[in-house]
């Protein structure tokens, strides 16, 4: 079964940093486009950040400058560093990734991690 399991999140002072990790665990053929999205309260999800399965990135413009999402090909984990966080970026991370398995081409999501920002 193809889970994607992530972590890092917390509770952090504004102005902090944290990193959020998400890996793939399962029998996969191979990845494609994997993203972070993020649901405060009462609020609909939204895309954070992107990449794609050659590298291409693509942030929120809330978090950019800020935020940084990258990937390890080896380990099939996705990263977002979050950097200068403010109290409007808290909320449920989600991971997403797009995975070539027996199954076909599926969307996978996480089960979310939670990120507190203190004010």
């Known amino acids: 079964q193809v889970q994607l399991v992530e972590s890092g999140g917390g509770l952090v002072q504004a102005g902090g940093s944290l990193r959020l990790s998400c890996a793939v665990s399962g029998s996969i053929f191979s990845i494609n486009d994997m993203g972070w999205y993020r649901q405060a309260p009462g609020k609909q999800r939204e895309l954070v950040a992107a990449?794609?399965?050659?590298?291409?990135?693509k942030h929120a413009d809330s978090v950019k400058g800020r935020f940084t999402i990258s990937r390890d090909y080896t380990s099939n984990t996705v990263f977002l560093q979050m950097n200068s966080l403010k109290p409007e970026d808290a909320g449920v991370y989600y991971c997403n990734a797009d995975v070539v398995d027996p199954r076909g081409i599926r969307g996978i999501w996480g089960q979310g991690t939670q990120v507190t920002v203190s004010s």
């Open positions: 990449i794609t399965r050659v590298g291409s990135t």
